[in-house]
């Protein structure tokens, strides 16, 4: 079959079975009790062992079986031999089986840059908000963010022992996103969703300006992108530039595979090339619908405060 031999397809197959292994390693360090934490820049910029070994494992995994592509991802680790198992080699048929979108048939496989968050919501995850915490692989194509793959390890851990624990969902631009029931907010209603760690007045001020009717304060921006595609907030908006962009690639990629918009808080798009400065420092404005409305009410001064 065609597909089974273009690159971006089999790239995405082999990222979903390291992002579920992935998850698994977040739920085994978890259960392990010795979380490893260390402080990289703050009380509220944490690594733990899970960080580490799953940043180790997805990369490791992926540069074996897609040596030329770029991988950058958040830890700076030491380069040291992968322990065999944290190595992933499957990939997922079902993937395998989807016919590439044309406009991606003829990318080769130096072309692609993958944008790795190992542990997105580590504060969260270190403070047992487990629902929260996503495991992130983007894959960007001449600058843009194309398909995406996000881990939630504890999917599903509020229904009891019995339950099924983690999902892992994806989506491809011009294809579409999948393991995930898509569904609006009711019209006319303005959730926004917005950081739990990172507030600021700036932060503030913004969503304030939104005349929200809720405010959801919540850890990971993979998580925030879930809320929208799953009709629990309206907008993610966060005023700061706090945001790095291996947060933002997978996000950005399932939500505009399933026609929402991720920008920033001017209304520009990110660009995900491997030279391109890490961080996101003119903010974060994500919706799954009406993005010019959350848009046209940025106040000034916030755009003067966040210069891209």
Known sequence: ?????????????????????????VRKVMAGGDLGIVEKCGANDLQTKADRLVQMSICSSLARKFPKVTIIAEE???SEEVNEELLEDGQCEEILKKACPPQYNSVKEEELVIWVDPLDGTKEYTEGLLDHVTVLIGIAYEGKAIAGVI??????????????????????????????????????????????SHSSKLVNDCVSAMNPDTVVRVGGAGNKIIQLVEGKASAYVFASPGCKKWDTCAPEAILHAVGGKLTDIHGNFFNYNKEV?????????????????????????????LVP
Do not use: C
């Open 151 to 196: 881990n939630q390890p504890y999917y599903n851990y509020e229904a009891g022992a019995d339950a099924s624990l983690g999902r892992t969902i994806w989506g491809v631009l011009g294809m579409g996103a999948f393991g995930f029931q898509l569904k609006e907010v009711p019209a006319g209603k303005h959730i926004i969703t917005t950081t739990r």
């Open 1 to 25: 079959m065609a597909s089974n031999t273009n690159v971006l397809m089999r790239l995405v197959a082999s990222a979903y079975s390291v992002a579920n292994k992935a998850g698994t390693i």
């Open 76 to 78: 700076d680790l030491p």
């Open 277 to 305: 400065k890490h961080m996101n420092s003119g903010g974060v404005l994500a919706t799954l619908r009406n993005h010019g409305y959350y848009a046209s009410r940025v106040p000034e001064a916030v755009k003067q405060a």
